[in-house]
């Protein structure tokens, strides 16, 4: 009878141990996983949060841009309602002496940053304009 019993109890054993190993191997199968899991939560973790920062930078990009653009703006209204807008005088003791060539290219220049045909204000190329012919005028 107590062999019986020690076979039963080896049998027991066994089988506990052969169970144990196979729940080591679904936790070990299940931890793969969860890492595997954790892995890509915090990839995209890092590519939200690379993209919130370009966002945030790109913001404070364009406000300050904004704020420079308010200013001149202020500015150029400031001297609209001072001077005639459609023909703006500067003193000529106030103008630079310039040659031709000078003059061109900068009026080149400033065509290429400010013409309403790419986008820029026509206040504003009236205005170079204008103090350009001025220049020329003065030479």
Do not use: F
């Not at 070990?28 to 890492?35: G, M, S, T, W």
């Not at 945030?56 to 005639?84: A, F, H, P, S």
């Not at 820029?120 to 001025?134: A, H, P, T, V, Y």
């Amino acid at each position: 009878m107590t062999d019986l019993r020690q076979s039963e109890e080896a049998y027991q054993v066994e089988r506990d141990r052969q169970r144990m190993e196979r729940e080591l191997h679904e936790a070990k199968l299940a931890n793969r996983e969860l890492r595997r899991r954790l892995e890509k939560v915090q990839q995209q973790l890092n590519e939200t949060s690379s993209a919130y920062n370009k966002t945030v930078k790109n913001m404070l990009d364009m406000i300050r841009e904004n704020n420079e653009l308010t200013v001149e703006c202020e500015r150029l209204r400031w001297y609209t309602g001072r001077y005639d807008s459609e023909h703006i005088r500067v003193e000529t003791k106030q103008l630079p002496r310039l040659s031709p060539d000078e003059a061109r290219a900068i009026r080149k220049a400033m065509a290429r940053l400010h013409h309403p045909d790419i986008g820029g204000s026509i206040e504003r190329m009236q205005l170079w304009n204008s103090l350009l012919d001025q220049i020329e005028q003065g030479n």
